[in-house]
């Protein structure tokens, strides 16, 4: 249980615009943002940020909790060389690890909730050779963390749907469990009948009331034609403003003009697209597409497991990748970095009442830099970080008595 | 003046390859590496290192720290969009910096030195609006920092060499000056006359002695056709080993095959190729280009100036960048990213006596993380460095004390 909230003011946190604010908190919400100086609450304790940088908490959009391998001791990534071989790989390793995801995605998810992130929406692979063991040991991890950070779940059939048979119930009985999102995985590409993976999941979707988040890799106009069919789909069933698509690496091999047309549609069905802004591939182009009104976020993928070593879960990390992908360095542009791993993230995700408003959750974060681009920059690991109107990480450390 | 150095054992230091180990030193040299557990030269002091990870000091191979804003106001980016603009904008922002070289780069300096290089190649600005003063700031900067760092200089002629009459000889008093390398600057795209432009360049080199280091941004065939020119220069020169081209993005833009015959004689040549590692261009395909003997490594570039706000100055971060950019995963790639900030560096700057060997200089970092993946994935800030035998910075921060 949460402990009870009295009141709590912040002094002299630094806005991205310069100015300095206190955060008067009360219940867990913002009571008031007023100019640093003001007089605080009656009764109410103070805790002086000394004028450090103050950002809304960050949101993790796109994270594999259930892979992840923190904390263990390292395994050199031993796949071979085709996406099959990884997703094999991964099988293998997981069946030797020890550690359950209570242990292992418990000792992330503190790392994450300690640089920042308190949204988190994390995807649970789900398969006929691990059933829903992903999707009981994730449930738990999130009421065990629940007074630390907000999580919602996807069930993500990583070995493909289709081909695996038996997966599309395996997702509907995780779905009846409290998973939110209904996933999916290249239709095409992955489960080679992409209309017949596209009326499951959304039929899934349909039957439970809820969003889906898609995994696209597909590549070239196969992948264009596949968001085209995801747009067909999510307009016919009403889903607007509910669907993600993550990767969508195909938006980023074409001319703008190309691409124009279905990016409208996109803007149109609130279709959200998420990026790991990988390097050594095409990213969407996230200037353009936003400037025509689709809605970009970022997330962190896989963190630290069989897949590849590196992964830190430090969405203001992501964030500055997604700035240094473009060659980003002008302040709009790193307010749309930043924008990525916060309110872009919490629109994409569905959070309602997110940021740094009176009468929203106190949640948010203040480092010791000065400005956004030393912030993106720097990445300063002792971040300090409030959630709903406590420190619940201090200096980058958690503050473990925060727990339950 | 540099302290006497009496014997030190540094204890339980992981090397790479898992082992324990303790390393001995004597007079600022490495005496002997042993296994962990062996007994210490009588009066050695001790320093256990409990098992954190132990590389060779991280190299820095090319930064421009006289353009830094480090420790100075955060300023937002107010260039205009072309390279033009980027340069002329950096003269007005440095004309309006009162903070000299002596503080701005200094402040850097420490920072990269607690991150962990302590070879750092540095090009400065040579212009006829500044003359040599950049010179002069960054030759007493390393004669404050030479019990710390290993430093060498570049004479760059950032607005151009021919197109700005008075920058050869500006850049052939420098080079008398003390600084050690002749650089260049886009003979085609900027100079507009490139053999006039390597004709000078390699003039100075032969008159001093001195090797090169170009900037070359021209893509395409202009760049390739570049970088053969170069081969040509020095090879009639007879300057083997002693070229660094650097950044090459057009080696980036062409099939392997289109390549190879080039690679080889750059190979052949002992001509070192460094990239920053950029995600926004084409970079040179790095495995490849090792695979056919080329030497390449990693470099900063500009750090938190007038160009970007971007930049930390941690090589390991522009290691694991490296990697990122490639999308590697495996041991052998992890060890080559390390490779473009150790070893190749080393080579590329010409280093004589560099690594992790009994009669070397005992310059090393230890970390606490268990294995290289980590090392380059997670990045702890909380390193410890030795330089000539002795501790220079601990936990992330550096011992002021150990300064002069």
């Known amino acids: 249980m949460e402990k009870p909230l009295s009141k709590i003011s912040y002094r002299n946190l630094r806005r991205i615009d310069g100015d300095l604010v206190n955060i008067d908190c009360a219940d867990g919400r913002i009571a008031a943002i007023v100019p640093a100086g003001s007089a605080a609450a009656s009764g109410a304790e103070m805790i002086d940020a000394k004028g450090q940088l103050l950002l809304p908490a960050l949101v993790e959009s796109h994270v594999h909790l259930d892979k992840t391998l923190w904390g263990q001791p390292y395994r050199a990534n031993s796949a071979g060389p085709m996406l099959?071989?990884?997703?094999?790989?991964?099988?293998?390793?997981?069946?030797?690890?020890?550690?359950?995801?209570?242990?292992?995605?418990?000792?992330?998810?503190?790392?994450?909730?300690?640089?920042?992130?308190?949204?988190?929406?994390?995807h649970i692979d789900v398969a006929?050779?691990?059933?829903?063991?992903?999707?009981?040991?994730?449930?738990?991890?999130?009421?065990?963390?629940?007074?630390?950070?907000?999580?919602?779940?996807?069930?993500?059939?990583?070995?493909?749907?289709?081909?695996?048979?038996?997966?599309?119930?395996?997702?509907?009985?995780?779905?009846?469990?409290?998973?939110?999102?209904?996933?999916?995985?290249?239709?095409?590409?992955?489960?080679?009948?992409?209309?017949?993976h596209l009326t499951a999941i959304f039929d899934l979707a349909e039957k439970h009331g809820k969003g889906l988040d898609i995994h696209l890799h597909d590549r070239g106009e196969l992948g264009l034609w596949q968001i085209e069919r995801i747009a067909d789909f999510t307009q016919a069933r009403g889903l607007k403003e509910k669907v993600i698509i993550s990767h969508a690496y195909c938006l980023g091999m074409f001319p703008h003009a190309r691409i124009e047309k279905l990016g409208q549609r996109l803007a149109d069905l609130g279709i959200s697209l998420m990026t790991s802004a990988p390097a050594d591939t095409h990213v969407p182009p996230v200037a353009f597409l936003k400037s025509i009104g689709v809605n970009i976020c970022c997330g962190s993928d896989g963190i630290r497991d069989a897949w590849s070593p590196f992964g830190n879960g430090d969405m203001l990390e992501r964030a500055w990748l997604l700035a240094f992908r473009f060659d980003w360095s002008k302040e709009e542009e790193l307010q749309s970095a930043l924008d990525s791993a916060t309110g872009a993230a919490a629109k994409a995700i569905g959070l309602a009442q997110y940021g740094l408003k009176a009468g929203h959750a106190a949640d948010f974060i203040y480092l010791p830099v000065e400005a956004l681009g030393d912030a993106l920059g720097q990445r300063p690991h002792n971040r300090n970080v409030v959630r709903h109107g406590r420190l619940v990480a201090q200096d980058g450390a958690l503050l473990k008595s925060r727990l339950g």
């Open 128 to 196: 006929p050779d691990i059933g829903l063991s992903h999707v009981e040991g994730m449930l738990a991890l999130r009421e065990k963390y629940r007074d630390l950070v907000d999580m919602q779940f996807v069930a993500f059939p990583q070995t493909g749907m289709l081909i695996q048979p038996g997966t599309v119930e395996l997702m509907d009985k995780a779905l009846a469990m409290g998973v939110e999102t209904v996933g999916g995985l290249d239709p095409a590409g992955i489960d080679r009948d992409p209309i017949a």
């Open 84 to 122: 099959k071989d990884y997703i094999d790989n991964e099988r293998r390793v997981l069946r030797k690890v020890k550690a359950p995801i209570a242990v292992r995605s418990a000792a992330l998810l503190e790392h994450c909730i300690a640089r920042g992130s308190l949204y988190i929406r994390c």
